[in-house]
Structure formats: C-alpha cells, structure tokens
C-alpha cells in the first residue's frame, strides 16, 4: 500500500472533520472523498467565520454559523484538517457506497415517454423497415435491404 496523503486520508472517509481554511474560516463537515489534488468532498457541512466590530473603542468578536449541506472544497485553500468525530456507529451502513475501482450506474430521472407510432423501446426494427430515427427510406446494407454499391465488393477477394 502506497504511504502517500492519500492513503492517510481514506482512514478518516466518514470522519467528522473540522477544516481551516486560509481566509481563517473553519468547515466542519463529514468527508467523503478526495481527489490527488485534495479537493475534498464533505457532507453535512457548515461554516464558522468570526466576525470583529468596534463598538466605542470595545474590539467584539462574534462567531456567524452557515449551513452549506454537501460542497466541494479546493485543496488549495486548505490549511489544516483535525478530526472531530468517529464515523457513525452503523459501519454496515456507509455513506457512500463502494470504494477505489467501484463504479455504478446514476438514475438519471424519469423514463423517456414513447413517441407516437413508434414500436415499444427495446424492440428492434422487423426486417425491413428502417431502424427508429433514420426516418421511412430503406437505407442499403443496414439490415439486409439491398446490395451494396457497384464497385463496393464485400470484403477480401469477393
């Protein structure tokens, strides 16, 4: 196993992590993933600034909270990280599944609605008829509808 930053930090994927950035803000939120750039991905996530005021010669310091929900965080601006809490207590289930090499297909909303006079989708064109979107017109050589162009033989010697 390689002993970069990056396996250090798949330790804490699901960690609480309290971030300082380099304008003196400070991000807590639950990480879940980072790139080679340490962008950072977190979850649940929310910003602290400290704000000062002079009030008749009197220096106030107040702490303004956001909430931000999930953000991507530029490696760039990162000064520290610390952990400030374990992962939930329901190992078995995570945050994100899979992990390194895992991929998996993303709903990508609604299913298509079919189009008027034309055959269900999953069906593929009967013998014949042209394939949906190439229009009526029998096109040659896709499904068998014709010979090909003079002077277009059909492969090696033939």
């Known amino acids: 196993m390689p002993s970069g930053k990056g396996s250090k930090l798949l330790r804490y ?3 609480r992590l309290r971030i300082t950035l380099t304008d003196s803000r400070t991000i807590t939120g639950t990480f879940l993933a980072f790139d080679k750039h340490l962008n950072l991905v977190l979850a649940d996530t929310e910003e602290f600034r400290t704000l000062k005021g002079t009030k008749q010669n ?3 310091e107040r702490q303004e909270k956001r909430n931000l929900g999930l953000i991507i965080l530029r490696g760039e601006n990162v000064v520290s990280i610390a952990v400030e809490g374990p992962p939930p207590p329901s190992s078995d289930k995570r945050l994100v599944s899979g992990g390194p090499g895992v991929a998996r297909g993303a709903g990508r909303g609604s299913m298509p609605v079919p189009m008027m ?3 269900p989708l999953g069906h ?3 013998h014949g008829q042209a394939p949906l979107g190439l229009g009526g017109a029998p096109i040659a050589g896709v499904g068998n509808l ?3 162009p003079m002077g277009m033989g059909r492969g090696r010697g033939f």
């Open 13 to 15: 994927v699901e960690h």
């Open 146 to 148: 014709g010979a090909p």
């Open 117 to 119: 006079n034309a055959p």
């Open 124 to 126: 593929l064109p009967m």
């Open 58 to 60: 009197i220096v106030e």
